[in-house]
């Protein structure tokens, strides 16, 4: 039995999928050009957002770029030449430690962000509330950093310090991270002001979730599994019906020891009442549990990179 849907489409969807012009290769001279082009508008995001909402309210969120904003503050030192004084450093000691492999993907990240930094320094800040400040410049720097990751670059910083420390300490990186994030805070805390540390927190916490949808889209869809003894009409229904494809499954029952089969199907948020009416169609008595999924990449959904 087949568990990949696309082969059990009926004829209708098979002639739509033969129809359908394939993606072609691209050269890898352009997906190396598309990915610098991410990494380099992403590092324009982060620059602008950090300098017209960051700077300007004393918002230090982490990393290398609120370092740069604690020693403006005491010592007046533009950040992007604090942020270049911690970067290159950083850069040789991930060069000597991971190679030339890891060091290609961050060094234009490392040396391009402080450029932006530095060239947008004089722009002015919307907004003097520092609520806003956070909840937006958040939004920015979020989407900068996602469209760099999605170029599969670095801009360096404390990032890299976290994956040294997890190399020779073998403390977990999921655990470094937030550590050197919450040192950089906590220091706001006490050298900027308490307050100002708690509107950074919620700045790393919009950044987080900016990422996360930059990663995975705003679009959620659903996996649903059917448990029926009349799956194989429900199946149909999905491939005829709903026009989407499915895989069945064989489970055991717990109580009973029997053998009870399970359709599995994918479908976009607004399919769902359409998938429920099919199925209490069929089989009122049919156990369906819906739940969402961060991403599908295939055929029908999202196209893998």
């Given at each position: 039995m087949?568990?990949?849907?696309?082969k059990?489409?009926?004829?209708a969807?098979?002639?739509?999928?033969?129809?359908?012009?394939?993606?072609?290769?691209?050269?890898?001279?352009?997906?190396?050009?598309?990915?610098?082009?991410?990494?380099?508008?992403?590092?324009?995001f982060v620059a602008?957002?950090?300098?017209?909402?960051?700077?300007?309210?004393?918002?230090?969120s982490?990393?290398?770029?609120?370092?740069?904003?604690?020693?403006?503050?005491?010592?007046?030192?533009?950040?992007?030449?604090?942020?270049?004084?911690?970067?290159?450093?950083?850069?040789?000691?991930g060069?000597?430690?991971?190679?030339?492999?890891?060091?290609?993907?961050?060094?234009?990240?490392?040396?391009?962000?402080?450029?932006?930094?530095?060239?947008?320094?004089?722009?002015?800040?919307?907004?003097?509330n520092?609520?806003?400040?956070?909840?937006?410049?958040?939004?920015?720097?979020?989407?900068?950093?996602?469209?760099?990751?999605r170029?599969?670059?670095?801009?360096?910083?404390?990032?890299?310090?976290?994956?040294?420390?997890?190399?020779?300490?073998?403390?977990?990186l999921?655990?470094?991270?937030?550590?050197?994030?919450?040192?950089?805070?906590?220091?706001?805390?006490?050298?900027?002001?308490?307050?100002?540390a708690?509107?950074?927190?919620i700045?790393?916490?919009?950044?987080?979730?900016?990422?996360?949808?930059?990663?995975?889209?705003?679009?959620?869809?659903?996996?649903?599994?059917?448990i029926?003894?009349?799956?194989?009409?429900?199946g149909?229904?999905?491939?005829?019906?709903?026009?989407?494809?499915m895989?069945r499954?064989?489970?055991?029952?717990?109580?009973?020891?029997?053998?009870?089969p399970?359709?599995?199907?994918?479908?976009?948020?607004?399919?769902?009442?359409?998938?429920?009416?099919?199925?209490?169609?069929?089989?009122p008595?049919?156990?369906?549990i819906?739940?969402?999924?961060?991403?599908?990449?295939g055929?029908?959904?999202?196209?893998?990179?």
């Amino acid at each position: 039995m087949p568990l990949s849907g696309i082969k059990d489409h009926p004829p209708a969807v098979k002639k739509r999928h033969r129809n359908r012009v394939h993606n072609r290769p691209i050269h890898p001279a352009k997906q190396a050009a598309g990915r610098i082009l991410l990494l380099v508008l992403g590092c324009l995001f982060v620059a602008v957002s950090f300098n017209m909402f960051f700077v300007s309210n004393g918002i230090a969120s982490g990393g290398v770029s609120g370092v740069s904003i604690i020693v403006q503050r005491t010592l007046g030192i533009v950040p992007a030449y604090t942020q270049w004084a911690l970067n290159v450093p950083l850069f040789f000691a991930g060069l000597f430690v991971f190679g030339k492999r890891f060091a290609l993907q961050t060094v234009l990240g490392s040396l391009v962000l402080p450029l932006f930094v530095l060239l947008t320094s004089h722009w002015s800040s919307p907004t003097s509330n520092p609520l806003l400040a956070a909840i937006y410049g958040g939004i920015g720097v979020g989407i900068g950093l996602g469209l760099v990751f999605r170029g599969r670059g670095s801009t360096g910083g404390l990032d890299l310090a976290a994956q040294l420390l997890h190399r020779y300490t073998g403390l977990r990186l999921g655990l470094a991270l937030p550590l050197f994030d919450g040192m950089v805070i906590l220091a706001a805390g006490l050298i900027i002001s308490p307050e100002n540390a708690l509107y950074a927190l919620i700045a790393l916490f919009v950044t987080s979730k900016t990422i996360d949808i930059m990663q995975t889209g705003l679009l959620v869809s659903k996996v649903a599994f059917i448990i029926s003894n009349k799956a194989e009409e429900i199946g149909e229904s999905v491939l005829h019906d709903l026009d989407r494809g499915m895989t069945r499954l064989i489970a055991q029952g717990g109580y009973t020891g029997e053998d009870r089969p399970i359709v599995m199907v994918v479908v976009s948020q607004n399919e769902v009442p359409r998938l429920k009416s099919l199925v209490q169609a069929v089989d009122p008595r049919a156990f369906v549990i819906i739940s969402d999924t961060a991403e599908v990449l295939g055929e029908g959904f999202k196209r893998t990179e």
